[in-house]
């Protein structure tokens, strides 16, 4: 495991010197972004073996372009685009479908109703698996094009410009998308479980993707 005194870098800092031969502080990143990738494949409706392959897959991807990362987006934005492509790849979808603007008063500095009032430790020790599973199987039951706004922007924290951006529809179509996905999970889910309740991805499973996804780099 990377010594913790290296998770202070910046994420310029660590990519430029990941660029410059630094292959073992890749695993810094891997693990920041550990759990932003798995809620998105996810919300995707496939399953934990899936969703590993694919995240390791995307890793393994961002790493060997890691010289085309330009810097024009966050290096989250960048990796969950990778993601959400091998998620597309795998699932085979058309491309997302039109749709009407919904007059709505959303208000994009709303917080997120997921967010929580107090700090939470990254990797609980006690997690409430029934709970999990039945806000995971009801997020499922949402179409994907609604899934997938609602897990970047109210359980991975992201603005409507980077879900934009990582899905690649317009800003207003997030808006859409996004109001939509609250009005069907408001009356059951709203404020009553924390984003770690969703989709929880335990340090467990993080070690065997940092494992795996640093093995196959190192063998490249």
């Known amino acids: 495991m990377i010594l913790k005194q290296f998770d202070t870098l910046t994420e310029t800092e660590l990519i430029r010197r990941i660029r410059d031969g630094e292959t073992a502080l890749y695993e810094i ?17 496939f399953n934990h073996q899936d969703v590993e392959d694919l995240m390791q897959d995307s890793f393994i991807s961002a790493y060997m372009n890691l010289d085309k990362f330009e810097g024009r987006s966050s290096f989250k934005t960048w990796l969950v685009r990778i993601m959400l ?43 409430n698996k029934e709970v999990s599973q039945i806000i995971g199987k009801a997020l499922v039951k949402i179409p994907v094009d609604y899934r997938l ?7 991975n924290g992201m603005s409507t410009a980077e879900t934009a951006e990582a899905i690649g ?40 993707i940092v494992n795996n996804v640093m093995n196959k780099i190192n063998s490249l």
Request: charged share 25%; aromatic share 12%; with cysteine.
């Open 29 to 45: 990143l891997i693990r920041r972004y550990n759990p932003y990738l798995y809620k998105v494949g996810m919300s995707y409706g």
């Open 169 to 208: 529809i317009t800003e207003t179509n997030v808006k859409v998308r996004l109001n939509r996905a609250r009005h069907l999970l408001r009356q059951t889910i709203e404020k009553m479980y924390s984003p770690e309740d969703i989709f929880e991805f335990n340090l467990i499973y993080c070690d065997k």
């Open 85 to 127: 492509n091998h998620c597309y790849q795998k699932s085979k979808k058309t491309s997302h479908k039109n749709e009407k603007l919904m007059e709505t008063n959303f208000n994009d500095q709303a917080t997120p109703m997921f967010q929580d009032q107090q700090p939470v430790d990254a990797y609980k020790t006690v997690v």
């Open 149 to 155: 706004v609602f897990c970047l922007r109210e359980l």
